[in-house]
């Protein structure tokens, strides 16, 4: 079955760690995953891509330091490792698989053919 799936999300103080992850099947693990967030009442945003085998990474120029993404090609899962939690990090995290080698935009959602339901991050202060 062809899908993303989720988990590693939930309600962590500011200045907490947690690592999410994201479990792909039925597909080309070499293709782009993506991370994205969507907080309420915003519109949904590129957090961080990984490609191919060897793992190239992209980050959106307001997440870097804090968010890392890492991939595990035996068991075709993506990681999202989020360090120093804060209350504006609160959203649904969703990871995102692209059906080509390459995306020109990595943060744009509409690059991404299959995307999971979704993974809520709560962020106390």
């Known amino acids: 079955e062809v899908q993303l799936v989720e988990s590693g999300g939930g309600l962590v103080q500011a200045g907490g760690s947690l690592r999410l992850s994201c479990a792909a099947s039925?597909?080309?693990?070499?293709?782009?995953i993506a991370w994205f967030r969507q907080a309420p009442g915003k519109e949904r945003e590129g957090v961080s891509c990984?490609?191919?085998?060897?793992?190239?990474?992209f980050y959106a120029d307001s997440e870097k330091g804090r968010f890392t993404i890492s991939k595990d090609n035996a068991k075709n899962i993506v990681y999202l490792q989020i360090n120093d939690l804060k209350p504006e990090d609160t959203a649904v995290y969703y990871c995102?698989?692209?059906?080509?080698?390459?995306?020109?935009?990595?943060?744009?959602?509409?690059?991404?053919?299959?995307w999971g339901q979704g993974t809520q991050v709560t962020v106390s202060s």
């Open positions: 990984i490609v191919g085998s060897a793992g190239v990474k």
């Open positions: 039925g597909f080309d693990f070499d293709y782009p």
């Open positions: 995102a698989a692209a059906y080509n080698t390459l995306v020109s935009s990595p943060f744009s959602s509409h690059e991404y053919d299959l």
